[in-house]
């Protein structure tokens, strides 16, 4: 009798495919997937498919376009206003990514350890500018960088007259002064991931770096800094989306200018699409950024990964 | 190497009193053992001794200097924590050197002190790996090491076995111990373990509750505890208690209870004894009834649990709803929960407690 029943057993196990966990849906789990995948698909994969078919094209929005094959991804390397933007992009990085990790870090760390009263009120104050809407912090901050707004008063009542100036109408300065604006609205959230991160580091390692003799600067670089290393990761990669991405600060504040000195890759395919009729030009410029975007996280994950061995 | 000494050391967190008026001194090249339970203040004094929590009161001296305001990297001791703290992004080699480095020792003279230090715990062929790529005894040994290579005055280790396995936590502690005679640096050992402390102290300090309820070598410790405390804490299965009414008669001390009566010839020095007191039993004083191997008894009772454990065996009795022992037998005895059995206590082993504070009177 068992030589007749085990074969079958056998082929049952077999006939089950990939092991599922107890009581573990089978292909039902697609059915529940299959709404969000269908919202997903309509709002955001079929215009990604049809703005991909758009940039072969050279179209005006309104009479037929004309296929033009690469011609609209080659402007990337031939077209300056295409090159400056992704080149103020990278400026942006500084302000948007790195100034906010720095200081955040700094603040993260000094919070953590420091033991003062009020710590949560400091906490929620330095997080206020990441959950104002952009729109708002831009406005904001226009008024405040205007000729005679209050930074401009300021610099005035402290004798520093001669350094005040049309911030955002600044060929020089317009840039950085947008920058400094996405500083001061991405520090406070790498502040509170780091704080994250610091209150999951074992506090055994702190006292064993204390016990072994490193003093704060030490502690910071043998503890906390490796401890962070996804949290770093997770705020290198959001906050460079952040400025590659970058449009309503630019468009509020200076709507890319003076000139083009604050335009930016995204500024610049909706004054293509929207102002200047190049839809084909402003689709390749979209979908070159999205693919950068990939790139770059890619290789931020990469690259933080790598350490770890 | 230096001696340590607490000197009517409290330490307040907020309204809880973790460590009340400790006073020890731990000679030089001595390992004491700081036992108790969770919330004995055994790691707070640890603690305080490293220089990771203040003092409320008193003071702390690491051979003749007072430490209380110094920094733990001022003080010259070395710490094994628990998890073991090792860095995870630095490999085993780096965890060693990193305290020296911290101290500005010479390069030749850090690996030098690496390499006899891994030769010592047996790590040498680990000096490359990073701590994720080791097994809980490796990295328990990383630790070590790391306290090894510093050379301090003070080793403080913080229940370095805890997170091992039962067979490594053995090994581990008599490699422990051995390396500590060795190097002869003293040594303030923390656990709740207390065959950790048995078996590794020189000498123990029993606490609970932050109070210091009794220091002595293990032998004196398990023979003589000062209080009911100390001796239900150490000893492995515990001491059993029972209140009994206590009658001095003509040369001997009656026990009375629930109709047991159990005579024993009342030894010289034994102070006047209160009408009821505390008696603590241990478990291999008390054994299955015989005529005429000279046990006190018999005492009935009702078997609750029968525990084998191959090279012995230990029952539950209960010979009152208050009155529970716990009865040595032989390995192959037999017995089965609810079967009536009788058992007799050795006289000179039981411990008799003032039922008030609870302190030893003494052996009868």
Redesign the interface.
């Known amino acids: 009798m068992d030589d007749v029943v085990a074969p079958v057993a056998l082929e049952a196990v077999r006939r089950r495919g990939p092991e599922r966990l107890p009581g573990e849906p089978r292909a039902v789990g697609y059915l529940f997937v299959a709404p969000a995948f269908l919202i997903y698909a309509a709002f955001t994969l079929v215009p990604l498919l049809h703005a991909v078919n758009l940039s072969f094209f050279e179209w005006d929005g309104l009479t037929p376009g004309t296929f033009v094959g690469l011609r609209n991804y080659a402007a990337f390397f031939t077209d300056p206003l295409i090159r400056s933007s992704y080149g103020h992009t990278l400026v942006l990085i500084v302000f948007f990514s790195f100034l906010p990790i720095t200081i955040g870090l700094l603040l993260a760390a000094s919070l953590s350890r420091i033991r003062i009263r009020g710590l949560t009120f400091f906490r929620t104050i330095l997080f206020v500018p990441v959950i104002i809407t952009n729109v708002v912090v831009a406005v904001t901050w226009a008024w405040i960088y205007a000729p005679d707004g209050p930074l401009n008063a300021f610099l005035r009542a402290i004798g520093l007259g001669h350094v005040a100036r049309a911030w955002l109408g600044d060929f020089t300065w317009a840039l950085p002064s947008v920058g400094l604006v996405g500083t001061w609205g991405e520090f406070g959230f790498c502040m509170i991931l780091f704080i994250a991160g610091i209150m999951k580091i074992?506090a055994?390692?702190y006292?064993?770096?204390?016990?072994?003799?490193?003093g704060p600067v030490?502690e910071f670089l043998?503890?906390t800094l490796?401890?962070l290393?996804h949290e770093l990761t997770v705020a290198l990669v959001l906050t460079v989306i952040d400025a590659l991405s970058t449009f309503d600060l630019v468009y509020v504040m200076t709507s890319g200018g003076p000139g083009t000195a604050t335009s930016v890759p995204a500024f610049q395919v909706y004054s293509r699409a929207f102002l200047t009729n190049q839809v084909g030009s402003a689709a390749a410029i979209g979908i070159t950024l999205m693919l950068i975007v990939f790139a770059v996280t890619f290789g931020i994950t990469r690259l933080m990964e790598r350490?770890e061995? | 190497m230096a001696t340590v000494d607490f000197d009517h050391v409290t330490k307040r967190f907020g309204e809880v009193l973790a460590l009340d008026d400790f006073t020890l001194h731990v000679e030089d090249g001595e390992f004491i053992v700081l036992v108790g339970p969770s919330g004995s203040g055994k790691t707070t004094a640890l603690r305080l001794l490293a220089g990771l929590e203040s003092l409320t009161a008193g003071s702390i001296r690491i051979g003749d200097r007072v430490v209380d305001r110094l920094a733990p990297r001022d003080r010259d001791i070395a710490m094994v924590f628990q998890d073991y703290a090792l860095y995870p992004q630095m490999t085993v080699y780096e965890n060693l050197a990193f305290g020296l480095k911290m101290r500005k020792t010479p390069k030749d003279e850090i690996r030098r002190r690496v390499l006899r230090a891994a030769e010592i715990l047996g790590i040498g062929d680990l000096l490359d790996r990073k701590p994720r790529a080791l097994s809980g005894g490796q990295r328990q040994r990383v630790a070590l090491g790391r306290a090894i290579v510093r050379q301090p005055q003070v080793f403080l280790m913080d229940e370095p076995l805890s997170n091992l396995d039962a067979k490594l936590r053995a090994q581990t502690r008599s490699e422990i111990k051995r390396i500590q005679s060795e190097i002869g640096t003293t040594t303030v050992y923390v656990t709740h373990d207390q065959v950790e402390a048995m078996t590794m102290g020189d000498r123990i300090a029993v606490m609970n509750r932050g109070v210091l309820e009794q220091v002595g070598d293990p032998r004196t410790v398990y023979d003589e505890p000062a209080n009911v405390f100390v001796a239900g804490f150490i000893g492995s299965p515990a001491m059993s208690f029972s209140r009994m009414r206590a009658e001095r008669r003509d040369g001997t001390v009656a026990l009375l209870r629930d109709g047991a009566l159990l005579e024993l010839p009342l030894p010289g020095g034994l102070p006047r004894l209160p009408d009821e007191v505390i008696v603590g039993v241990r478990p291999e004083h008390a054994r299955l009834w015989r005529e005429g191997v000279g046990l006190v008894g018999p005492i009935e009772g009702v078997v609750e649990y029968v525990e084998m454990l191959g090279r012995e065996t230990f029952i539950g009795v209960a010979a009152a709803p208050e009155a529970r022992f716990i009865v040595h037998a032989d390995p192959d005895a037999r017995g089965a929960p609810d079967e009536h059995v009788r058992f007799g206590l050795e006289p000179g082993r039981l411990y008799l407690f003032e039922p008030e504070t609870e302190r030893a009177l003494g052996r009868v």
């Open positions: 074992p055994s390692l006292e064993a770096a204390r016990v072994d003799g490193a030490r043998a503890v490796p401890g290393r350490g061995g």
